[in-house]
């Protein structure tokens, strides 16, 4: 089932998740409705908050992008060993970056119509359990990394827009209040802060 993405505007969305463990109702299904609904968007990521439920889960799929993404591209975005993931990420916790960071244009299903640069460290390593409740350590690169660390900071109850400077923030407050006021179309369900 698809369900309606919580605007910008949405305190939910400023809140630290909270854990859960293998027996939280519903789970599955909900993993499966955070899959379709991101789908749905056309997004590459989505977290629990974002169709309010403050809890420490979300999906990513760099793995459509790898495969969209033109050769002489991927080796700009991607590493060698990396085609991509498809994989939900339960109570992740970051545990090492890397110093080298990058710059390059984000967009969220929450902010519609508004992408910007945002600068990040090019790999990142995290703890997290899998869908099947398995503890992962593993590390990630380039794009991969970006998109774990754009949804990973929704379920600590920081968007992108925290990273921008505070004129680039400034500038772009009139077209956030439209957002939040529902004065925007967008492409799939979403739900309004005001």
Known sequence: MQ?????????????QCDEIDATYPNLNTLIDNMWETMYGAHGCGLAAPQVNMPIRLF????????????????????VPEDTGIVE????AS?????????IDEEGCLSIPAIAERVKRPWSITIEYFNR???????????????MIQHEYDHTEGVLYLDYLKPLTRK??????????????????????AK
């Open 3 to 15: 369900l309606p993405i919580l605007s910008y505007g949405h305190e939910i969305l400023r809140k």
């Open 59 to 78: 999906v990513v799929d760099s793995k459509s992008t790898y495969d969209k993404m033109e050769d002489d591209l991927r080796e700009d975005y991607f």
């Open 88 to 91: 939900t990420f339960i109570n």
């Open 94 to 102: 970051v545990i090492d970056e890397s110093d080298e960071a990058w």
């Open 132 to 146: 099947q409740f398995e503890k992962q350590i593993k590390t990630f690169y380039g794009t991969t990394a970006r």
């Open 171 to 192: 500038l772009l407050q009139a077209k956030l209040d439209k957002i939040s006021k529902g004065q925007i179309q967008a492409k799939y369900p979403m739900k309004f």
